[in-house]
């Protein structure tokens, strides 16, 4: 399942360069010189024009794999490719202008406002002075605007909000104008409305520029919608790589994250709380509110029986969200409103 360099490059419509790896090791030199790998043997490509989406359980080895693709740590075994060029042999200020990278340390912003936080973007692209032109400064304003942050633009950076920090960092990247970007959970403090936003802002940066964006998370369904390919660790520590829809199919999504209570459901790419069931209600009600009260129902462990027959109850919707419920012993009551209705489920 993992791609290799040279069936991507292969493929119609798919830039080569971007970011790969050859036979990439990545983990921790002990003290005793002696090392622990983490995630081994990765050929990983990451191409221009896509958003890669980085998934696994907690310590699956996500960030130590992002640290190792910016330099952050060095690789235990094999090589790393941006833009064509190897890592390990790229100057600093060579990286700089090919790669931006957002991780999830916390940054002392000083007494710097908005704009200037977002402004060291500029940093790697600036002469000796250090002075912005009004090309970087253009680049700046479009970077605060597109993370939809421009509003706190003069603000002192050091103020923000976890979510609203997490924007600007973002910025900061994108003013840099790379090659690659690189971004640790930058979802993990947004709200829904702003992480869909961003998320999409990702994947189209990725298409209009020709950007190469890998992105780590924890919002699998969100991803698994948006991104273009997907790293999947799974709990053996061995990384998938594929189109969302290719590691669905193959099982690869369910085996990482299936739980106790938490079931993948590869139809509708969601997942659900696995729940025993105790009995099947039959349910009247409209195509739009039978969803609604099916996940109630879910709640008190009932399941919708497909037909009426072989239902130990039966729950009928009316207009204002009334229900008439006849329970398994045959007693008929009325509620309204939902609650009112698993209340009374629950009693069955
Ligand atoms: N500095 C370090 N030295 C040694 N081991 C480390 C170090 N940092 C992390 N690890 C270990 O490496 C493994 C992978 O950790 P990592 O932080 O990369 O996981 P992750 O997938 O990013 O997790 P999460 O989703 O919880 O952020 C874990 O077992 C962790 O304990």
């Known amino acids: 399942m993992t791609e290799t360099l040279t069936e991507t490059a292969a493929q119609p419509g798919i830039r080569t360069g971007g970011l790969e790896t050859e036979e ?4 921790y ?71 931006a990278v957002v991780l ?16 060291l973007g500029r940093h790697p692209h600036t002469g000796f002075t250090g002075r912005l032109t009004a090309a970087d400064h253009a680049a700046v304003e479009w970077s605060l605007k597109a993370v939809g942050a421009d509003h706190l633009a003069d603000r002192p950076a050091a103020e923000l909000s976890d979510g609203e ?18 971004l640790d959970e930058p979802t993990a403090f947004l709200d829904v409305p702003s ?11 990725a298409r209009d520029k020709g950007l190469t964006v890998v992105v780590s998370t924890h919002d699998l369904e969100l991803a698994l919608r948006v991104a273009d390919a997907v790293w999947l660790v ?7 790589a594929g189109a969302p829809e290719d590691l669905i ?15 993948f459901d590869p139809l509708t790419g969601t997942f659900g709380l696995r729940r025993a069931t105790r009995a099947a209600v039959a349910v009247d009600a409209p195509a739009d509110v039978l969803p609604l009260v099916e996940r109630a129902l879910a709640r008190e462990g009932l399941s919708v029986a497909d037909t009426g027959a072989g239902a130990d109850a039966r729950v009928s919707w009316t207009e204002g969200n009334r229900f008439t419920l006849v329970g398994p012993d045959a007693r008929t009551t009325e509620a309204h409103g939902f609650h009112e209705l698993t209340r009374t489920a629950r009693t069955w």
């Not at 002696?34 to 907690?58: D, W």
């Open 24 to 27: 990439l090791t990545v983990g």
């Open 104 to 119: 999830t340390d916390r940054v002392d912003a000083g007494l710097l406002s908005v704009r200037e936080l977002a402004g």
């Open 165 to 182: 920090r997490q924007r600007v960092l973002t910025a900061r990247a994108l003013a840099q104008e790379p090659e690659v970007v690189l």
């Open 29 to 99: 030199r002990t003290r005793s010189r002696s090392s622990r790998a983490v995630l081994s043997g990765l050929a990983l490509h990451a191409a221009p024009g896509e958003l890669t989406v980085l998934l696994g359980p907690n310590g699956a080895g996500k960030s130590t794999l992002l640290r190792t693709l910016c330099g952050l740590l060095p690789p235990l075994e094999g090589r790393i490719r941006i833009g064509g060029a190897d890592l390990a042999r790229t100057s600093p200020a060579a990286l700089a202008r090919r790669l």
């Open 195 to 205: 992480r869909v936003a961003l998320t999409v802002l990702l994947r189209d940066l």
């Open 234 to 240: 799974d709990r053996t520590s061995r990384v998938h």
């Open 249 to 263: 199919r193959g099982g690869a999504v369910a085996s990482a994250f299936d739980a106790d209570h938490l079931a």
